[in-house]
């Protein structure tokens, strides 16, 4: 049996049409315990913040969430030496809501000045990734189609049928990132007004691609 295998590849670029706000609340604690408790206090307070902008309690994502020992160095008598200080809680938290900058900027504003102080960074996605990277194989077929059928002309053959198709399975990025990191100490020179910050951004088209390998049994 006589084969051939080619590799098709496709690029698209896609309109992001959801804004996501990831959320990182760090503090430390003399307790483990009290790391715990605090940890879940802020995250409350953040819940009901964004429950003033219509968000369910659920729609506050946790992304990752550790607790660990933090230590300092001293001197003593010349000899460095280490004490322990606390312990650390970092919880980092995402929301997402259909693309608006007026909502973006009231939802920034709160953040900004709510007693969490968190710190916070703004990304663009899609919210139908799937179509996207139906799109995108779809495109990589043909593309493998196409290759497959100049190659098999010039060699004097032609495809029969499909035997296989494999295709990479690589986890795509759907996400832009402008804005990647803001303090709420920070904040102080971001035009406000009326309890909102004026947001004008527009994000870039997110650019992706795939490949897909078609294997044809040739005659």
């Known amino acids: 049996m006589r084969t051939i295998r080619v590799t098709g590849k496709a690029r698209l670029r896609v309109k ?39 968000f369910e309690r659920a729609d506050l994502k946790t992304l990752e969430f550790n607790v660990d020992t933090e230590y300092e160095g001293y001197n003593e008598n010349g000899v460095y030496k280490q004490r322990l200080v606390g312990y650390r809680a970092r919880h980092v938290m995402k929301v997402e809501f259909d693309s608006d900058n007026d909502r973006l900027g009231r939802i920034l504003y709160a953040l900004a000045n709510c007693p969490v102080k968190p710190e916070f960074r703004i990304s663009y996605t899609v919210k139908d990734p799937e179509s996207a990277k139906n799109e995108l194989l779809a495109g990589a077929v043909k593309d493998a189609s196409e290759k497959a059928a100049v190659l098999t002309q010039a060699a004097g053959v032609k495809p029969k049928w499909i035997r296989s198709i494999n295709y990479s399975q690589a ?48 005659g």
């Open 16 to 54: 992001p049409d959801m804004t996501r706000i990831t959320v990182t609340a760090e503090k430390t604690y003399p307790e483990y315990g009290e790391a715990l408790k605090g940890s879940a206090e802020d995250t409350a307070r953040l819940g009901e913040l964004l429950a003033e902008f219509g």
């Open 171 to 218: 986890q795509l990025d759907f996400e832009v990132r402008p804005v990647n990191r803001i303090m709420a100490e920070n904040c102080a020179p971001m035009a406000a007004k009326a309890g909102s910050y004026d947001m004008d951004l527009e994000p870039e088209d997110i650019e992706v691609s795939d490949t897909v390998t078609v294997l044809w049994e040739i």
